[in-house]
């Protein structure tokens, strides 16, 4: 196995020295009602395992790249966890001939927590899903984040959402939603209503 | 690993082989009479039991040890259906006999304990050299470094260890961590799960997940309210009945506030809830708001200059934020007020202090509400019914702010 890397639990070493018994069974015992806030910590990837996947989703996108799609590559290159990835609107749909532009930000526990991904610059489509400041309601982008999905599938999704698309118009909260909302998507708690338009 | 003297029970993951392992893994070292150690109480015909954590382990071992007694399934998946009917064995077994059993075992998300071994039916993504390809950190791997569970969906060790240590560490999951395959709903089995997570704490702090969400399903148990208390309460049947922990904490069953006859738990929580949320928006009024000097009504500034108009049509008062005298005077000084000692503006202020008592009155039973409640909760005393002063206050004081807070008739200019 020569790619194979051991994960490291940085966090976990350190607290097995400590040998407080009474200490422990009370944490313990609190921590079973959920009093204790974390306690194993924070535990990291392994940095190399994630660059390795990003490094390779780039590839494929470079290489079979779904229709319509480009990614500024010099652009990831010099920030692997920041992406802007090119939208042509599909042929026969709504947004024929539209130009857009999707940015993708990669926290270092990607792929277990889910990039963030709005659409950014000049053109935000108009859709029942996508608010003006470029913020989108797609339930895999939280919720139904799977770690097997990959920037692929994301774009794959969208395109879909774009295409299927019957009418132009901007979500009924967008206009409040805009004024209150977080600048990280993530933050929001949408509440995945129509999956139909 | 011995874990007798660090944690509450041992998570031993390496006799999968035993015929009696109950799946948990949880096993509580020592005296085997189970339940001897239970604190027995009872308050006027109403019996329950305190149950340490401990307890709480052995009494979650021992339903699934029954249902299994009469069901032959995996233990694991007992556990996953006795969690999906909130541990309520009868109407587990009522279920699993007089229903669809593929239908019970799909609303689970578990797979079907009968259906003929299908885990080769999902093809792994085999490349030329006999690896395969982990979906999730799209590496090679030997066959002997995937893990598959029952849906068929199988990724690298080290994936499913990363993936299932952010579930409970970050997103506090337990029982209902689902496979990592996207759209995927079936439920990993604490069994895998144990097996899967190496580190010891990431292990505590899943079963500690288990526990607490089995004691906050199960309608027969009740986490004692007190803080930093770790005791729970046992029923045989849910009630409005005071019980007493054994830290002497005393609350009510059905609702865990402290113990409030003859107030209905309904409007106790209503009442609570009610008085936050008062007390906050009068807090809010008495630092962010004004009335007008002329009309009364409730004004909020929201920045800008000093020199206010009311926007009450029948009022149009002009005036000055700071001192509330009227504006005239002022000129053309917008930011700073220089008349803050002037008998007009001094008058002005008078006036608006005893509509301001009022505020202050409301404000005063609310946090003497919210304090009193506060004591009780150290004091562990039982406390007299406060249903009066309660509806007193409401009468003379809420009507007082709902009208008040409603009309927000005056601004600046722009
Ligand atoms: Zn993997
Ligand atoms: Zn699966
Ligand atoms: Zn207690
Ligand atoms: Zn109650
Ligand atoms: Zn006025
Ligand atoms: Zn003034």
Redesign the pocket.
Known sequence: MPMFTKLAHKTSTAAKSSGQTAAKTAAAAAAAKGNVTSPAGKHFLDNTRWQKRLQKELMSLLKEPPPGVTVDVDQAHTKLTEWVVHMEGAAGTLYEGEKFQLQFKFSPKYPFDSPEVIFVGENIPIHPHIYSNGHICLSILTEDWSPALSVQAICLSIISMLSSCKEKKRPPDNSYYVKTCSANPKKTKWWYHDDTV | MDSDEEYLYDCDSGNESSGDDVGLEFEIEGEGESGSSRYRETTENYPYEVLSTEDITRHMIDCIKEVNSVVNIPVTTTRILLNHFKWDKEKLMERFYDGDQEKLFSEAHVVSPFKTPSKSQRVPVKTSNGMEECEICFLNMPSAMMTG?????RFCTNCWTEYLTTKIIDEGMGQTI????HS???LVDDHTVMRLIVDPKVKLKYQHLITKSFVECNRLLRWCPYPDCNYAIKVQYPDVQPVMCKCRNVFCFNCGENWHDPVKCHLLRHWIKKCDDDSETSNWIAANTKECPKCKVTIEKDGGCNHMVCKNQSCKADFCWVCLGPWEPHGSSWYSCNRYDEDEAKQARDAQEKSRAALQRYLFYCNRYMNHMQSLKFEHKLYASVKEKMEEMQQHNMSWIEVQFLKKGCRHPV
């Open positions: 569970i029952e849906c068929g969906h689902s496979c990592a395959a995927c709903s079936i």
